[in-house]
């Protein structure tokens, strides 16, 4: 009721002031219509920031909540997701949306904002009402083009925006070139530097084009629809001012007249804009439920895993990426035996990596079945089989955590159970480390913890492997970023620590096969040769040819 109290107390406010001038006022009066004026005023302010910012605090609740589900599904996501390019660009628009805080928006302005502004229109209309109808659609006359340009506008920019998806992601990762430590001492060292930055330039500028271009078409629709704001508006003191001459109202209703239509054409044209921008803000918050929306992980029969009783078996086995043309693992059949040590080998690009993730049932087989027994690894109880595993991946991660945490990360409960991790860190021939930094001291030099280098993030990373009470364990060549040497020597100490466990051992390198069971060579996707090191070699096949090639590494000066 404010805006329309406000607009009838100023009317009564110039009416006295006239009434002085023509010597019938009192100022008595004026100073009570003044003060009146004033109080509604700043009440109604006062209220419209309470009502905001209980608004506010409600939307960003809500949007710690959207956040919230978004690392929900994160979590739950089948891995293969992680490899889809459409998947990540529907990630990236579900970020966007979340990020720039438009479900807030669409929260605070339709509860918010429209109630206000229609509750303004409401009161405002009906005291103008008494003095000329026609006020009303002069007004809404003045402000209607806004909507018609958010709308057009607004679907454009949604579909601009979601056109750009994928160069918005292009522009992050260059310039998270510029920002990792590691790439930027690479990029600098290359002399590449310049042209990386180039390169996020010419990215940038093709995404500030695009949107340049938009809002420059944006301007020119505002630019027409504040003209005939202003054109309304005056109307509206011509249409007073005729009201005033004709007799029809005072003086005082003159100027009330005026200032209450600006109310009027501000609160009118705010939800026009807001009814024109839902659907452009509708259909952002609908990238966010896309994504939110997508099938998540299944968890298998449900039925506990009490471990393998004798072997795992892959059956045809085939894989293909999303949006691949050709598949990385061609009908591939294999046999591991509990207990056993085997090598998968074979050239990069052959296929190693998606094998072991498929045998670990962090991808879905595109054509036959990885059995543990007798049942699909995608069968399995999520949770009681990956108690039993324990991954080593090539590219792992460096906690910039505690010596203590980089430990036991892997079997979190145990953080406290000082022995076990001390032993798992002898055991990786990290005693030195031990003594260094100690358990609790943080690695890495990030937030001013402990240097640690290349090689000592590599045992780390398979002690942590080691760590877990598992009975599987897949390594996926974290060592080969070391010399041949150092690297068999590690590759045998963890042999001889997995000795109760089965092992997958990924290699590019021939140096730890005679130490294994079973090799398994992999050619474009297939398996070439399956053997013993002195069977393939006697066989003269692919795995001699590679024995041959690398055997110069292993001589020792
Ligand atoms: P390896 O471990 O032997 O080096 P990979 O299993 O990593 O081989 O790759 C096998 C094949 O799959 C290669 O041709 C590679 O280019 C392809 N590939 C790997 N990752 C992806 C991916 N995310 N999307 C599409 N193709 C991929």
Redesign the pocket.
């Known amino acids: 009721m404010f805006p329309a109290f406000t607009a009838l107390s100023l009317a009564s406010l110039f009416k006295e002031a006239y009434n002085i001038q023509q010597g019938g006022g009192t100022s008595g009066k004026l100073l009570f219509w003044g003060l009146i004026y004033l109080a509604a005023y700043v009440l109604n302010n006062f209220l419209i920031f309470i009502t905001g910012l209980v608004i506010e605090l409600g939307a960003d609740k809500r949007q710690v909540h959207y956040r919230y589900l978004m690392c929900v599904k994160l979590a739950h996501m089948p891995l293969i997701d992680f ?1 889809d390019a459409r998947i990540r660009d529907m990630q990236q628009r579900a970020e966007e949306c979340l990020y720039s805080g438009r479900m807030n928006g669409i929260i605070r302005d339709s509860f918010g904002m429209v109630i206000i502004s229609l509750l303004n229109i409401i009161t405002v209309s009906a005291v103008m009402a008494r003095y000329s109808l026609w006020f009303l659609p002069l007004c809404i006359v003045s402000v209607l083009p806004y909507s018609v340009a958010r709308l057009i506008r607004g679907r454009e920019f949604y579909y601009i925006k979601r056109k750009m998806a994928k160069k918005s992601r292009r522009l992050g990762y260059l310039w998270g070139l510029f920002t990792d430590r590691r790439t930027v001492k690479e990029l600098r060292a290359l002399g590449a530097d310049d042209y990386a930055f180039g390169k996020w330039t010419q990215c940038r500028d093709e995404v500030q084009d695009e949107l340049w271009e938009q809002n420059r078409k944006d301007a020119v629709s505002l630019l027409f629809c504040d003209a005939l704001r202003i054109i309304g508006y005056g109307a509206c003191i011509a249409l007073a001012l005729v009201l005033t001459l004709n007799g029809t109202v005072d003086v005082g209703v003159f100027g009330a007249c005026i200032a209450a239509f600006l109310t009027l054409q501000s609160a009118t044209r705010g939800i026009l804009v807001l009814g024109g921008e839902l659907p452009k803000e509708l259909a952002f918050s609908g990238d966010y439920f896309d994504y939110i929306d997508l099938p998540e992980e299944t968890s298998g029969s449900g039925t506990h895993y009490a471990g393998l009783r004798d072997k795992i078996e892959l059956r045809g086995v085939s894989f293909k ?4 043309e ?1 598949y ?2 061609k009908n591939v059949a294999l046999e591991i035996r509990r207990g056993e040590k085997i090598a998968i080998l ?10 072991s993730k498929l045998i670990l049932g962090l991808y879905p087989c595109s054509g036959g079945s990885v059995f543990y027994d007798d049942e699909t690894v995608g069968n399995l109880d999520r949770q009681s089989f990956y108690k039993t595993v324990s991954a080593v991946a ?1 590219n792992f991660t460096q906690y910039k955590l505690t010596l203590r945490e980089n430990i036991a990360m892997s079997d979190i409960d145990k953080l406290g159970d000082d022995e076990k991790i001390t032993d798992a860190l002898r055991r990786a021939g990290l005693e030195d480390l031990l003594v260094r930094a100690g358990l609790d001291s943080e690695l890495g030099t990030a937030f001013g913890g402990s240097e640690v280098s290349g090689g000592q993030w590599q045992k780390i990373a398979i002690a942590r492997g080691l760590f877990r009470d598992s009975e599987l364990i897949v390594m ?2 974290p060592t080969s970023a070391l010399d041949p040497l150092i690297e068999t020597e590690i590759l045998t100490k963890f042999i001889e620590l997995a000795k109760d466990k089965t092992a997958v051992i ?1 290699s ?1 390198r021939v140096g730890l096969c005679c130490l294994v069971d079973k090799i398994a060579v ?1 050619k474009d ?1 297939e398996i070439a040769e399956i053997g013993t090191h002195d069977g393939l070699l006697a066989q003269g096949g692919e795995y001699a040819r590679l024995f041959t090639a690398q055997e110069k590494w292993y001589r020792e000066e």
Do not use: F
């Open positions: 490899e990426y999303p949006n691949a050709k990385a693992v074979g050239e990069n690009g052959s296929g190693k990596t998606t094998l090539q996926d060549e990924i590019h992999m996707g």
